[in-house]
């Protein structure tokens, strides 16, 4: 034990050493690979055991209901001291006092022979056995590796308290979930189900004013003098041309109207989300209309950190417009064999889906048709199969 006078607040003065043989020191317990919780300290008995011929030789002993932690301090074999400072409140002056290092090591109880066990506890006896061995005749090398293997190695009722205690805070919001399920069902056009003519099911002017169907007067009206013609000649696409070919002589402005909006529609899904970016965005989806390009930059877009972007909600709310504009425009029949032709990221049967939450019927599930009266109405959103 060494006592200091305390000559300032930076400075002391060792009076004298004493040595720590002759003396009964403390100890700092440290637990191999894992670190004791309160409770465990205070459920724990402690007791140390001494040799009568070199009492500097001490073993300790760590136990509580569940484990026994053993260890052996030897305090002439230490090269360097641990000291505790310690200051007397009144005198001011200072004692150092060494303590002693131990390092505890979990102790495995001797099994009966009549007991069964699981082979999760002989692998970890084995283990356990296994690292013991190694710390006491294994090289540099097996030792450091013995050492961290053991480190790696997860304690499975700590691992399991700690996730009790993290799930205990955790709440499910049932009615949130509710409503992330039911977000598709709120991209779909209002359905009109008391009518009793086909064409106000789904009323045009629900999709698209009169101003914006007067902007697309004038390239309908190109379109219905100068076809036929290739989608090479006209930079249509081959869907749009094939469309009013079917309609032969029941093509008029309006449908033509319709469908250059399809048109448009499918222009902007297909492009790449980069080039969302681009400043000549509306020219590239409608050059025929700045009120269709304008409609659609704002319908079906939406904010994010990167600017104005397209996501997968948009992109079905982009294809439930596109499978109702083509059933409007072509005698309420879409086939969405050929629909799904310039969709390549929706497959016919994603697409029967939704066709069958618009009120649509079929009977080959290629073919759709709007007629009354209506199916049932049904949910976009398809819960997956536990």
Not at 266 to 276: A, H, V, W
Not at 339 to 360: D, E, I
């Amino acid at each position: 034990m060494d006592t200091v006078n305390s000559l300032g607040e930076n400075s002391c003065k060792i009076k004298k050493v004493v040595s720590a043989s002759k003396l009964i020191n403390p100890l700092l317990i440290n637990v191999d690979n894992r670190t004791l919780t309160d409770e465990e300290i205070n459920n724990c008995k402690c007791s140390w055991f001494e040799d009568e011929e070199d009492r500097s030789i001490r073993v300790v002993s760590l136990s509580n209901k569940k484990n026994t932690y053993e260890g052996t301090t030897e305090i002439k074999r230490n090269l360097c001291k641990t000291v505790l400072v310690l200051q007397n409140k009144k005198t001011k002056k200072v004692q150092l006092i060494e303590v002693g290092e131990c390092r505890l090591g979990r102790v495995t109880k001797k099994r009966s022979l009549q007991t069964n066990y699981d082979n999760d506890d002989i692998e970890a006896t084995y283990e356990e056995n296994r690292s013991l061995l190694l710390k006491a005749f294994g090289s540099k090398r097996s030792k450091r590796i013995s050492d961290m293997g053991s480190k790696m190695r997860i304690n499975s009722e700590m691992m399991t308290s700690q996730i009790e205690h993290s799930a205990a805070d955790v709440t499910v919001n049932l009615r949130e979930l509710e409503l992330a399920d039911s977000t598709l069902d709120t991209c779909l056009p209002l359905c009109h189900r008391n009518v009793t003519s086909i064409t106000d099911v789904y009323p045009l002017h629900d999709f698209l004013t009169q101003p914006q169907l007067d902007s697309l007067e004038d390239e309908a009206f190109t379109v219905a003098t100068l076809m036929p013609f290739t989608a090479e000649e006209s930079g249509y696409s081959q869907f749009f041309i094939d469309a009013i070919e079917r309609l032969q002589n029941k093509v008029n402005t309006e449908r033509i109207k319709i469908l250059l909006f399809v048109e448009a529609l499918l222009r902007f899904i297909n492009l790449p989300l980069k080039k969302l970016r681009k400043s000549d965005l509306g020219w590239r989806i409608s050059p025929f209309s700045t009120e269709i390009a304008k409609k659609i930059l704002e319908e079906f877009m939406i904010d994010s950190a990167g600017g104005r972007t397209r996501n997968v909600v948009m992109d079905d709310k982009i294809v439930i417009h596109l499978i109702i504009l083509v059933t409007i425009s072509c005698d309420f029949v879409c086939n969405l064999d050929e629909l799904s032709k310039y969709l390549p990221k929706f497959s016919v049967v994603k697409m029967g889906q939704m066709a069958r939450a618009l009120c649509l019927s079929s009977r080959d599930k290629i073919t759709w048709f709007l007629k009354l009266p209506l199916p049932p109405a049904r949910s976009f959103y398809m819960r997956k199969r536990k």
